[in-house]
């Protein structure tokens, strides 16, 4: 792992006051390194020899979801997709597309949505997702 790498795990576990272990930083790793959204499966799966069993990979996840590090980004074809919080303000995170022909989702870290106002009394809103359907620029390409 080059150091500055090392470095930026290090720094986002401790800014959790998450322990440096070994698991936690392979997924933040894997996380860092692809710029859409992971299931746990493509996770595990990413981790090749050293891959701890799936129940570890949703438990250290969920560890780093809690000290707000990681995100649930959303759920598609019922699998949970983590991702790192880093590219998201406090409230909002950026909005993700969905292919709905291939299924090809991606990061829109440049659109921007206004945050929602005007909620209900009484209610709270502590984060906005918001979630963009369409076709990726292969499967528009194929269709015209
Ligand atoms: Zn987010
Ligand atoms: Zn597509
Ligand atoms: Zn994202």
Not at 1 to 10: A, G, W
Not at 108 to 129: K, Y
Request: charged share 25%; glycine share 4%.
């Amino acid at each position: 792992m080059k150091s500055q790498l090392k470095e930026r795990i290090d720094n986002l576990l401790d800014s959790a006051k998450l322990k440096r272990t070994g698991p936690r930083k392979t997924i933040l790793e894997i996380l860092l390194a692809c710029n859409r959204p992971q299931t746990a499966d493509e996770i595990v799966s990413a981790m090749g020899n050293t891959r701890p069993n799936k129940v570890t990979v949703y438990r250290t996840l969920e560890s780093m979801v809690e000290g707000g590090i990681v995100h649930k980004a959303f759920v598609e074809e019922r699998s949970q997709h983590y991702e790192l919080a880093d590219k998201c303000t406090e409230h909002q995170c950026h909005p993700h597309f969905v292919c709905t022909d291939c299924g090809h989702t991606r990061c829109l870290h440049d659109v921007l949505v206004p945050m929602a106002t005007s909620a209900p009394a009484g209610f709270i809103i502590e984060r906005q997702q918001v979630r963009l359907q369409g076709l990726c620029p292969k499967c528009n390409q194929a269709k015209s």
